[in-house]
Structure formats: structure tokens, C-alpha cells
């Protein structure tokens, strides 16, 4: 025999039966140890926290979770944090949607989040985004000054990159004397990114962040690990080693902590809730509240056949521009994108449909063109793609950037079909009038938004039953988010 033909053969054979140890050893979900949540970070979450603790087997607290950022965050690891979150806490219905979109970064986001966050009004935001830019930091601060959630914020994993180590610097103060250096180098940038950058930015947003990348290196230490055994064949996305990892970094985030202090989930800074027995005080059926704040919720446990009139400022909502906004667009036909962005108004909406009729939708031409139908106003004026947009109504303001169509051609180097339409809707989010209903289910109670989106400041709620005697409504709920949070430091900072 050959005895180099042996070795070779020998050695091919050895080689294999390695990576089939390997490949065997991996087949099985390796156990996670995640290192304790900081007492400074987890006393950013306590709002999550008290509601989470707050419900009982017969009053179920409903808590509202949004999965929001780009690709990895949009993937099923995800709901899986949140379905574990629910299955720990069996008092609360968590209410959860994932509106992340691949591929879109601080910039986008902000534009979205008109139509995706404030309406959804959640209690935790779980974010996640590539970049790191200006916009990501302007997208967290934010969502602080338009809702009262907690905020907890990933770092990024590990991906499979020549300048992507598990030693890579991590001193901030390092990082950021590399970042001024002309040229910067490039494999400072990611580790820039993720200990100088978004610490930074959720420090002063007063955000939770979670140590994602510390607790992928850990990982990989303490399992003699690849970075490739933790991703799939794109060397990005995590494969299911990694989605068990990215769970189980996150969940001791929603385990309460000691020694921090009790937060009223129902009465804060960020919140007044006036019970319905002894706190909201009828007068020939009608009933006055001063607050501060941007939202109102009433709640109802019985169903009552005697309708309430609203009022905010001596007007009914509907008469206040900022209960009208839009919703997300249609999307780009074969992906997840919207295909516009954003849009704002001139003047006072009303409810409404929106079609833009696209057409000259090519990679190679400079704009496209479209015509846009508004369902009460009609024909609205055509515009390009390239320019700003007026329709003729004032209804409906469009900028070149907020057609998401041109990104998605320049990115994906395709374009969707030549002529499209692009829809959306111009919704009211608040209440004139309701009757207060019982919940389907025992235990639960039913939530109604009178109004969201209002100023920050101060505003007179009225309500008036038909019948001119009290409501047994069980409470109403007022939402103040908080201007200028707190940070992780504990510094005040200004308005500025």
C-alpha cells in the first residue's frame, strides 16, 4: 500500500471523525451561564418589573412587550423570551408583537415608529439595532419622551468576520481615543460600537442594556466554542445554539433583583390611576380630572348599557390633531419592508385611506413617479419620488427619504414591479363616547384608550354618562413619560 496514500487517508479519516465529535457534542443545547444583571441596570427595569409582580390567578395584569430593530432581533429567539416571560409569570397576560424589519437601521426606525411605537404604547421596549449612528441614540431618547416603557437594549452578538474577535479591546476610553484616528480603524469599529457608543446612548436614556456580546464571549470560553458553532451558514444570524444563547443571556433580566425598591406599578412618576370606588368623584353624573401626561386609558370590568361623552381641554378628542396618525404602509411585494416610511400633514387629518398609484419603478432610473387617492378627499396631487411632496389637500407631506422603495432598490439591487400601489390608513386613537364592557375571559378586565399621543403637559379630562348617574367603571389610568430619565449613573441631565 501507498503509505503516504495511508496517511493522507488516515489523516482525512481522524479529521472527520473530529468534526463529527463536534458536530455530535452540538446536537444538544449546551448549558448557559449568564452573569448577574448589574443592581445599577436592573433598577432601570423596574416598571417591567412591578408589573410583572402585580397581577394575581384572578385579576391578570396585561403587559405590553415590543420586539422592535432590524434582523436578528426580528428572529423567533425572540418571542421565544417573550413566550418564557409569560410561562414565569402566569398573572399577567402579556401582550407581545414583533414589528422589527431586516435591514433597517436607527434612521428608519425613527420614521417608523410613529405608526409602530407610541400607538402600540408598550411597557417594555426589547431593541435592538445594527450601526450605532446618531439616529439609534435620537430613537431611544424618544421612546422615552413619547411612552413610559422600560427600555432594554441589546449590545451585538459575535459574527464570523476577520476583525471580529472574542479578544477584542473593550476599554472605552481606549476605543474612543482610536476613534478619532484618521483613518479609524476598522477593527476598533464594531467594539466602538458596542462599549462606548450604545452604553453611552442608553445611559442617557435612562435604557437597561443587556451585555449580549460579554455573554457570547463567556460562552464561547467556557465551551472551548467557534464563533461559527453559534451561527449559520451566513456567518451572521445565529444558528440554534446561539437563539438558546441569546434566551438565556436575556431572561434573568425579567427575574426581580434584591434589594431593589418596590415601584407602584399603577401610581409613579410615570403614572396616576384613579381607582372607580373611591377615587373618581361623580357629580350628576359627570366627572373631572387634571393631569399631566399624554395618554388615557379607562378600565372596565361590568358591562353597563349607559354611555360616557369624553372630553379633553372642553373638546371632544376627535377635535385635537394629535389623536389622528398613520398607520405602517403596505409592504414592498416579496419582503418585509414597508414601502413608505412616513408621511405628516399640513392640516388636520380625519379618517381616511391613502393609495399612491407608483409607476416607472426601475434600478435604473433616477425617481418614479405616482399619483395619490385619498378616500374622502379624492385625487390628492402626483408627485416624484425625488422631491418633496405637498398633495394638493396639505393632507398628506412626503420627503424623498421617506420612500422606503429606494432603498430597498439600491440595497437589493432589484426592483419591485414597475407600477404598484402603496397603502395606508389615516386612523382616530381615541374615544368620543364609549360604554364600558366586562372582559371575555375571568380574570381579565378591558383596557380603553380615550386618548394617546397628546402633549406632555397639562390637560382636564371630563366624562359625562348619559344617564347622569356615576359609572362603575373600576379606574382610570394616566401616562406621563418621563422628559429627562434618569441614567444608569444616576446624573440629571437637561433638555438638551
Known amino acids: 500500500m501507498n503509505l503516504k496514500l495511508f496517511a493522507c487517508w488516515a489523516t482525512c479519516g481522524l479529521l472527520l471523525g473530529m468534526l463529527r465529535t463536534v458536530a455530535a457534542g452540538l446536537e444538544r443545547l449546551l448549558p448557559v451561564t ?19 409582580g402585580s397581577g394575581s390567578p384572578t385579576e391578570k395584569t396585561p403587559v ?28 399577567c ?23 409602530d411605537i407610541y400607538p402600540f404604547y408598550p411597557d417594555l421596549v426589547l431593541l435592538h439595532a445594527y450601526g450605532g449612528d446618531s439616529h ?10 413619547h411612552t413610559t416603557a422600560d427600555i432594554l ?29 484618521r483613518p479609524f480603524p476598522e477593527e476598533n469599529r464594531i467594539p466602538w460600537v458596542n462599549y462606548s457608543l450604545i452604553p453611552r446612548y442608553a445611559d442617557e436614556a435612562g435604557a437597561c442594556l443587556a451585555a449580549i456580546r460579554d455573554g457570547w464571549k463567556k460562552h464561547i470560553r467556557s465551551h472551548h466554542l467557534a464563533i461559527s458553532n453559534l451561527v449559520s451558514d451566513n456567518y451572521l444570524l445565529p444558528n440554534e445554539q446561539g437563539q438558546h444563547l441569546m434566551i438565556q443571556l436575556l431572561l434573568p433580566y425579567f427575574i426581580p433583583v434584591s434589594g431593589l425598591a418596590h415601584e407602584d406599578p399603577w401610581n409613579s412618576a410615570r403614572m ?4 372607580g370606588k373611591d377615587e373618581i368623584h361623580w357629580n350628576q353624573g359627570r366627572a373631572r380630572i387634571e393631569f399631566t401626561g399624554n395618554r388615557v386609558e379607562v378600565i372596565t370590568d361590568m358591562t353597563v348599557d349607559d354611555p360616557l361623552t369624553v372630553l379633553l381641554d372642553g373638546k371632544p378628542p376627535s377635535d385635537h390633531p394629535s389623536q389622528y396618525g398613520v398607520t405602517r404602509s403596505s409592504l414592498i411585494p416579496g419582503s418585509d419592508w414597508p414601502a413608505l416610511l412616513n408621511s405628516q400633514s399640513a392640516i388636520s387629518l380625519q379618517e381616511e385611506s391613502w393609495t399612491a398609484s407608483l409607476h416607472g419603478v426601475r434600478t435604473n432610473a433616477p425617481y418614479f413617479t405616482f399619483k395619490l387617492f385619498g ?19 396639505g393632507r398628506v407631506l412626503i420627503s424623498p427619504d421617506d420612500w422606503n422603495v429606494t432603498r430597498f432598490m439600491a440595497q437589493h439591487r432589484q426592483a419591485p414591479p414597475e407600477s404598484m400601489e402603496v397603502r395606508w390608513e389615516t386612523v382616530f386613537r381615541g374615544r368620543d363616547e364609549f360604554r364600558p364592557v366586562a372582559a371575555s375571559a375571568p380574570g381579565n378586565f378591558v383596557t380603553t384608550v ?10 382636564v379630562l371630563e366624562l359625562a354618562t348619559r344617564s347622569g348617574r356615576p359609572s362603575p367603571i373600576r379606574a382610570i389610568r394616566l401616562y406621563r413619560p418621563p422628559l429627562f430619565p434618569p441614567s444608569a449613573s444616576g446624573k440629571k441631565r437637561n433638555s438638551k
Do not use: C
Open 34 to 52: 449568564p452573569e448577574p444583571v448589574p443592581l445599577s441596570q436592573a433598577s432601570l427595569l423596574g416598571r417591567i418589573h412591578a408589573l410583572l
Open 64 to 91: 405590553r412587550i415590543l420586539i422592535y430593530g432590524s434582523d436578528i432581533i426580528r428572529m423567533p429567539w425572540s418571542e421565544r423570551v417573550v413566550q418564557e416571560i409569560q410561562k414565569q409569570h402566569p398573572n
Open 93 to 115: 397576560t402579556v401582550i407581545a408583537t414583533n414589528l422589527a424589519v431586516t435591514g433597517h437601521y436607527g434612521s428608519e426606525l425613527r420614521k417608523l415608529a410613529n405608526a
Open 136 to 145: 439609534y441614540r435620537l430613537l431611544m431618547r424618544e421612546i422615552r419622551e
Open 153 to 181: 437594549v441589546l449590545t451585538d452578538h459575535l459574527h464570523v468576520d476577520p476583525l471580529v474577535s472574542v479578544d477584542e479591546e473593550t476599554s472605552p476610553a481606549v476605543l474612543d481615543r482610536r476613534a478619532a484616528l
Open 272 to 275: 396616576t390611576s384613579y381607582s
Open 375 to 393: 378616500s374622502k378627499t379624492g385625487p390628492d396631487g402626483e408627485g416624484r419620488s425625488d422631491r418633496e411632496f405637498r398633495s394638493t389637500s
Open 450 to 459: 380615550l386618548a394617546t399621543g397628546l402633549t406632555n403637559q397639562p390637560h
